[in-house]
């Protein structure tokens, strides 16, 4: 991935993740503080309620007290045929608006008048016996059947004593959705009222101000959960802009059972809208910083990556040869001190080199001086030798002198055709041809040149192995200059083996290319030799000039091939050249 | 529908003055218009027939009716020039009327009769009328109808809703027309009542009850909730329903046994019964009407009238519920 593609992408996921983080910071704080909001508002609306409930208790107990200390209650509790009296418990109801009310005898607790049910005269209420001092009981939540229908109601019950007769004034209102009108509620808040008037769940008894609640059966898990823990629950219903929480709190009655289930509903329209409108400006700011990190990567990939390039492209320079190139030094930073100490790099490159070709060439003049001086030491010492024994052959024996002289000249021709010979392989490597490349077969090629050492061979005791891969196909090389190659490794294999051995050539198929392999038995040679073999004018050999191996180097770089020596020392040694 | 202007018959039974509240009797003297209220609107004058020493002289149908004093009655013209007669006059306005004044005799409904104002008189009949649950086809199942027979609790509504005017009885007659009706049962047993019911399946649980006349509501609903105590389900609907049972009531036609309960088995749609020629057979006449349930007889009801402090003498109806008015005169006050 390229430098500047990484770097936008950095800027990018940096910029992205730090709106993302201030956006769940900002939205985590804002739900924290909406659910604040919202537990104080249904705390309000709780004590609101419970403040209505207790408020209507108490207008309940005094109406009820009322009718108790009434001459009505009195009359009805003393009078020995109650049944006179079967409308009573309506007209009082009606008189003092309670939608419910029951004159019941004390003597056997049975109903001498009911306003919610007329028909029920005579029927026991057994409950009211139960309680032995009602006069200071408080209201409290009853579940009342009626003829059609059962409802929940906040009821109080007073006692009327006549002497030994007693009569039971019980009586109350409906808790329904006059009683949930009356709790103001905030906006985006709701109250609703569940009426568990009869065993599961009944839908029709989710109340609110206007009547059944459309949604109840989304309610229903919570009611249940309320109902089967006696506490108070949480949930939330519906989904985005229309999800809301409700807080459900139980209603008991005297017996401490679930008559009912309150619901307070706050809606997180408010928040979710602003959630969403946080988060659309967290995408709006960092689509921007996403923008932004473009122009900030183009700017900062011209202030940094250019310089960078520069550096790469001079590096690469640098790679090809060109140990002088330069890059420009724009700016005192860091980019601008490793431009510099590049340039000082190169700098120190091409110096460094220069002084090692400088010394490399007196070392290879040295070296050649050293060959030429051997070289030609060995024929002018014959060469003095001779001129001096016709010098003396003349002065001392002068009838011996033509024979002398004779000898002499031819000694000298002999000497100086060595010399021009020496001569001739300097003069050879140093005009080395440009290859002429041509498709040639390489078995063939050996076997030709193998052909021509047999009689070499044999004299020298060296047995000859040739091993040529049939798959091999033509290279193009310039068969001249490979046979020479072949020669000189051949000699040179000859050369290791004086006392005889074994000469190996091999050639095999390389994918594309082909591999010959040249190995002797001779004495071998250490790894410091290997390393300096192909070294022109450079020999391990008493004799010889030295140029032959770097002829062969030569000729297989010119060929664009490899060559390679492997010897262990005592066992022989492997030339290996692999051509494309 | 039987009418109860019928009893204009020939027998007139001994008076029994079965209430009498109000001042003293004053003097007897002639003239004025008693104003009379009724319930019903009957279709022609001919029901009315001819009250004792008087004489139909004006008749606007469904609405008024006038008697006028015949002053050649057998035995005397009677002391009232007039009687007037309002129809279709609801229970309640002849009540209120009665109260202001605007009456002076007025059918008393159930309501009315337990808050009699003091210094107010009210005369009852003999029980003439039959109140009864009346099953319709529907209900075959013969548990179903004794169940809610069982079910009833009719002396908790004869003590407090019939103000214990009337009587109770399982008999279609009253007990003083046939001497024996005290032997068919009116007592309630809701536990066996529950055991015939556990034995129905759930459709035959629940019935329909249709009351005929709106005064006897209050009746309805007693014996719905009686009926749900041995777990039956009634609804109650409106008069017009083809309910599954019905609340009726229906006058005696007469003091005479075997006609009495031969009108009253035509009004209930039951078979004709087998002359009797003797009280037995009188009584297995009745029983065979009574077996199955088909009508559960609840209580014998009387004519109750209320009469305002003008009128005096009295009383206004006799045994079957047949107007006196000759005996009658109005004490003018300030």
């Known amino acids: 991935m390229m430098f500047r593609t990484r770097l936008l992408l950095i800027f990018a996921v940096a910029l992205t993740a730090a709106v993302g983080i201030v956006e769940l910071i900002v939205s985590s704080s804002a739900r924290r503080a909406f659910e604040s909001m919202e537990a104080r508002r249904v705390n309000a609306i709780v004590a609101q309620f419970d403040k209505e409930f207790q408020r209507r208790g108490e207008e309940i107990v005094r109406t009820v007290e009322g009718i108790a200390d009434s001459a009505a209650a009195r009359e009805i509790a003393i009078t020995p045929d109650p049944s006179a009296y079967l409308l009573e418990a309506g007209t009082l109801a009606s008189t003092n608006r309670l939608d419910l009310l029951e004159l019941v005898a004390g003597d056997g607790a049975r109903i001498v008048s009911s306003a919610q049910w007329q028909a029920r005269f005579g029927y026991r209420e057994d409950w009211l016996a139960s309680e032995p001092d009602w006069q200071s009981h408080p209201a409290f939540l009853k579940r009342e059947e009626l003829p059609d229908a059962v409802t929940l109601a906040l009821m109080a019950v007073r006692t009327v004593a006549a002497g030994d007769m007693k009569l039971y004034v019980a009586g109350g209102r409906k808790l329904d959705r006059e009683f949930i009108a009356s709790l103001v509620a905030p906006q985006g808040m709701r109250v609703l009222l569940y009426r568990n008037l009869a065993p599961g769940f009944a839908p029709s008894e989710l109340i609110d101000a206007g009547g059944p609640v459309a949604s109840s059966s989304l309610l229903r898990p919570l009611v249940e959960q309320v109902e089967t823990q006696r506490r108070e629950a949480f949930g939330t219903i519906g989904r985005g802009a229309s999800a809301e929480t409700f807080h459900a709190l139980p209603l008991k009655g005297r017996d401490n059972d679930v008559l009912g289930v309150l619901l307070v509903g706050n809606s997180l329209s408010d928040l979710v809208l602003l959630e969403s409108s946080m988060l659309q400006t967290a995408v709006i700011v960092a689509v921007t910083g996403i923008l932004l990190a473009i122009v900030l990567s183009w700017w900062a990939t011209a202030r940094i990556t250019r310089p960078v390039q520069q550096l790469a492209e001079s590096a690469g320079r640098v790679a090809a040869g060109n140990w002088g190139a330069t890059v420009e030094v724009a700016s005192q930073d860091e980019i601008g001190q490793l431009a510099a100490a590049f340039n000082r790099m190169t700098h120190e490159l091409v110096e460094q080199r220069d002084r090692l070709v400088q010394a490399e060439r007196v070392a290879a003049w040295r070296e050649l001086a050293r060959r030429l001086a051997h070289e030609l030491k060995n024929p002018l010492f014959p060469l003095q030798i001779t001129v001096e024994n016709m010098q003396r052959a003349r002065e001392k024996y002068p009838e011996q002198f033509d024979e002398v002289f004779r000898e002499g000249t031819s000694t000298l021709l002999a000497e100086l055709a060595n010399l021009k010979q020496i001569i001739g392989r300097f003069s050879d490597f140093a005009k080395m041809p440009a290859p002429e490349m041509q498709p040639v077969n390489l078995n063939d090629l050996v076997t030709e040149t193998m052909r021509l050492f047999e009689a070499q061979l044999g004299k020298a005791g060296i047995s000859a192995s040739v091993q040529l891969d049939p798959a091999l196909r033509p290279v193009r090389v310039d068969g001249e200059q490979m046979t020479r190659v072949l020669r000189n490794l051949v000699l040179n294999a000859v050369d290791a083996m004086p006392g005889g051995g074994t000469l190996s050539v091999r050639t095999a198929a390389l994918g594309a290319g082909v591999r010959l392999e040249v190995s002797d038995t001779g004495q071998g040679l250490t790894p410091e030799e290997c390393e300096r073999l192909f070294t022109p004018y450079y020999t391990t050999k008493t004799h010889g000039t030295g140029l032959g191996l770097a002829i062969v180097q030569s000729v297989v770089s010119d060929h664009k091939g490899r060559i390679s020596v492997e010897s262990e020392k005592g066992k022989g040694t492997t030339f290996r050249i692999d051509l494309g | ?334």
């Open chain 2, 1 to 334: 529908m039987s009418s109860r202007w019928f009893v204009q018959t020939k027998r007139i039974a001994p008076l029994l003055l079965l209430a009498a509240f109000g001042p003293a009797a004053t003097r007897p003297h002639y003239g004025g218009t008693l104003r009379v209220e009724i319930r019903e609107s009957p279709p022609s004058p001919e029901v009315f027939g001819a009250p004792k020493g008087f004489v139909l002289t004006t008749w606007e149908a469904g609405r008024r009716a006038i008697f006028t004093a015949d002053e050649n009655a057998p035995g005397g013209r009677p002391f009232l020039d007039n009687v007037d007669i309002q129809l279709a006059r609801s229970l309640r306005d002849q009540s209120v009327d009665l109260e202001l004044g605007k009456a002076d005799v007025v059918e008393l409904g159930l309501a009315e009769l337990r808050r009699q104002a003091a210094g107010r008189r009210a005369w009852s009949s003999a029980p003439v009328r039959l109140m009864a649950l009346v099953f319709g086809p529907r209900i075959t199942d013969a548990r179903v109808r004794e169940a809610l027979a069982l079910a009833v609790d009719r002396s908790a509504i004869h003590s407090v809703l019939l103000q214990k005017q009337g009587e109770i009885s399982g008999a279609l007659l009253p007990q003083w027309i046939t001497g024996y009706s005290f032997v068919f049962s009116a007592t309630a047993d809701v536990a066996k009542a529950q055991a015939l019911v556990a034995a129905l399946g759930p459709a035959d649980r629940t019935l329909s009850l249709a009351v005929d006349d709106p005064a006897n509501r209050s009746i309805a609903d007693r014996i719905q909730l009686n009926a749900r105590d041995a777990h039956l389900t009634v609804s109650i609907v409106p008069a017009t329903a083809n309910a599954d049972v019905r609340l009726v009531e229906t006058r005696i036609p007469s003091a005479d046994a075997s006609h009495a309960l031969a009108s009253i088995a035509l009004a209930f749609g039951l078979n004709e019964p087998a002359p009797a020629r003797n009280p037995e057979e009188q009584y297995l006449a009745e029983r065979a009407l009574l077996d199955g349930y088909r009508v559960i007889p609840l209580f014998h009801l009387p004519d109750v009238y209320g009469a305002g402090p003008r009128v005096q003498g009295g009383p206004v109806i006799d045994q079957l519920g047949e107007w006196r008015f000759d005996s009658l005169w109005l004490e003018d006050r300030p």
